[in-house]
């Protein structure tokens, strides 16, 4: 069984930076891309980026481009989020996400992941 567990999140006022870790469990972790989505209250999980198994392609969503950059060890089984310049609007709770191997589903599209950790939650204020 894979497990996921994030951390790192926090309060931070406009313009602060966090950096956010996902732990994996398991021997998987470095044959297979992952991803950070996020949720703020009363809207849908939305994509964040994702990076691929070796790390050699990253995506990000338009909104964090030049500002989030996504990060890999495989040697810790371990996932990162570096959130800079951050926004109030950035608020929310952040899940990692491993992708489906071999899906069909857009890399930014919820249904693409199959295993999810429990979130850690930014809180960014003005």
């Known amino acids: 069984q894979v497990q996921l567990v994030e951390s790192g999140g926090g309060s931070v006022q406009a313009g602060g930076s966090l950096r956010l870790s996902c732990a994996v469990s398991g021997r998987t972790f470095s044959s297979y891309a992952w991803a950070w989505f996020r949720q703020a209250p009363g809207k849908e999980r939305e994509f964040v980026s994702t990076i691929s198994w070796n790390g050699g392609i990253t995506n990000y969503a338009d909104s964090v481009k030049g500002r989030f950059t996504i990060s890999r060890d495989n040697a810790k089984n371990t996932m990162f989020l570096q959130m800079s310049s951050l926004k109030p609007e950035d608020t929310a709770v952040y899940y990692c996400?491993?992708?489906?191997?071999?899906?069909?589903?857009?890399?930014?599209?919820?249904?693409?992941?199959?295993?999810w950790g429990q979130g850690t939650q930014v809180t960014v204020s003005s």
């Open positions: 996400a491993r992708r489906v191997a071999y899906g069909s589903s857009r890399y930014d599209r919820v249904e693409g992941y199959d295993y």
